[in-house]
């Protein structure tokens, strides 16, 4: 083997090292998403937040030691069109002037094998509190690690959507919320020697 082989391959057990033992806390919002698909008189739908902050921390060789938090901003909802945002902003829905966020702070991370894990949280939303489990995958790509997940609510556990939006026949009751995150390790500095 050349010695351009050999550092070649001392480079790559180098990164699979560091990509194996790093903790991803630095989010990279700008390449992350969450969206959110439902059935509206039978048909799918879907949109999306355009603001939101995660915070996390997760090693893939200590998956019980992660915690994440997440807040969405409820008025930063994209439906597809400015009336539908206005709509779900609004009290018999979001009622985002006196929620303005939805949030998801986790309790325990569990590995499932084969790069899936299960976080368990709770979330909440319009005051109210439920139990949440949230599957999902994590793959490293160069430097980053991109998690990539979704969980299912029940719009009804939340009040979201009162009066006669609680009609589950016109808007049904399941919301399947799905996030895309992308995050990287901060860098480690070595120990000043004495």
């Known amino acids: 083997m050349s010695s351009l082989s050999r ?8 990164m699979a090292k560091v990509a194996s033992s790093a903790e991803f806390n630095q989010v990279q919002h700008e390449k992350s998403s969450v969206s959110f698909g439902y059935k509206q ?11 939101f902050v995660v915070n996390l921390n997760f090693d893939p060789s200590k998956p019980a030691t992660a915690n994440a938090q997440v807040d969405i901003d ?7 069109t400015s009336e539908g945002d206005d709509e779900v902003a609004g009290k ?3 009622n985002s002037k006196a929620f303005p966020s939805a949030k998801f702070a986790s309790t325990s991370v569990k ?15 319009k005051g109210k509190s439920v139990d949440a489990i949230a599957p999902f995958t994590f793959k490293p790509q160069g430097p980053a690690g991109v998690f990539d997940g979704a969980l299912t609510i029940k719009r009804l556990d939340f009040a979201i959507g009162e009066g006669p939006w609680a009609d589950v026949g016109a808007v049904a009751n399941e ?6 995150i992308v995050a990287t390790a901060l860098p480690t500095t070595a120990a000043p020697k004495k």
């Open 74 to 80: 409820l008025a930063s909802i994209d439906t597809g």
């Open 92 to 94: 018999q829905w979001f």
């Open 7 to 14: 550092l070649f391959l001392l480079g790559l057990l180098c």
């Open 175 to 180: 919301v399947q919320i799905k996030f895309h």
């Open 111 to 125: 590995a499932l094998g084969a790069d899936r894990y299960e976080v368990t949280g709770k979330l909440s939303i």
């Open 41 to 51: 008189m039978g048909v799918a739908m879907d949109g999306k937040f355009r603001k």
